[in-house]
């Protein structure tokens, strides 16, 4: 019986693919582990390079081969390949990213074993970008060594895990109805981790996270009302599941969203759904004068008002300073 499956999630990632399950392979442990790859039906050659290292690696690497994309931007290819694993513990990692430490599996699981009351356990990861920005680390020298649910909690978007630094209790045996509509699936992941204990953190320098345009996080579309009210309902959906502990902050973040849609292209042309957009800001925000004077010009005021007020303020301001 393995005591980590490691999961890899893909999809038309056929560039990565081996790099990731490699990288997998290379892992040297004490223990058994099993190597999960849940293609949500790629079209690209991920499925048949998969088949090709099960072929290679029997009962170590097997294919958890959908018979056809089941969207959610592979959250629902998680939970199903979730369900396949055996091991007390599972690590995750998306199909264009890779481990870069052979020991990786081991300090994660010895940390585990050491420390009952961590729900899950990450570490420091190298973000590296497509489009040749410079890579960077991700966590600081300061980052604290353990974490609990109220450092994920905040007016913002708080990320500060990348997906292939995890590593998890395989102790929760069905996922909330909730948790499978959201397109992101971390976010949720680890909130409900983090209620059951806390998660441990190791500095070590142990994966790559890569952004690039085959990757999940290039789904996150900003000026998009159906991205937006997704993220809306599942913060909504945390809200809920914490029993509105954090009612507040989480308020202000849905906020954020709301202010985000009026800018969203289908919204942006369309007065009076900003309108009742604003009016949703407005109320959940409760943002002060200077704040709600700016939604109000920027999104709610005509053009041709704008560019009356902003004439008016240039003659005022030469009056002034006359």
């Known amino acids: 019986m393995p005591k980590v499956s490691v999961l890899i999630i893909t999809y038309n990632q056929q560039n990565f693919i081996r790099q990731a399950i490699d990288s997998a392979l290379a892992q040297q442990t004490t223990f058994p582990i099993e190597i999960l790859v849940g293609d ?187 991205f937006l009210q997704n993220r809306i309902d599942m913060y909504s959906n945390i809200n809920r599941e914490l029993d509105y502990r954090y009612d507040g902050l989480l308020k202000k973040n849905i906020a954020r969203y709301y202010r985000m849609m009026l800018r969203s292209k289908q919204f942006r042309d369309s007065y009076f759904a900003k309108v009742r957009l604003a009016l949703r800001y407005y109320t959940l925000a409760k943002p002060n004068w200077v704040d709600l004077k700016s939604v109000i010009y920027d999104y709610l005021t005509p053009p041709v008002l704008q560019r009356a007020y902003g004439t008016v303020a240039i003659g005022l301001h030469r009056i002034l300073n006359n």
């Open 40 to 226: 949500d039906f790629s079209k690209d050659g991920t499925r048949e390079i998969i088949q090709e290292y099960e072929r290679q690696h029997p009962g170590l690497v097997r294919g958890i081969l959908h018979p056809r994309n089941m969207g959610k931007n592979g959250g629902i290819n998680f939970l199903e390949t979730l369900k396949q694993a055996k091991g007390e513990y599972y690590a995750l990692m998306d199909g264009d990213d890779y481990f870069t430490d052979p020991l990786k599996i081991q300090k994660q699981a010895d940390l585990l074993d050491a420390h009952p009351d961590y729900s899950m356990v990450f570490h420091n990861a190298l973000i590296t970008y497509e489009d040749g920005s410079p890579s960077h680390v991700l966590n600081g020298p300061d980052t604290k060594p353990f974490f609990t649910i109220e450092d994920l909690i905040g007016e913002d978007e708080i990320w500060f895990m990348a997906t292939s630094s995890t590593m998890y209790r395989n102790s929760i045996k069905e996922y909330p109805a909730w948790f499978s509509e959201s397109v992101s699936g971390d976010i949720p992941r680890l909130i409900l981790k983090a209620k059951m204990g806390k998660i441990g953190y190791i500095p070590d320098l142990m994966s790559v996270y890569r952004k690039n345009s085959n990757g999940t996080s290039y789904s996150d579309k900003y000026d998009d009302a159906v």
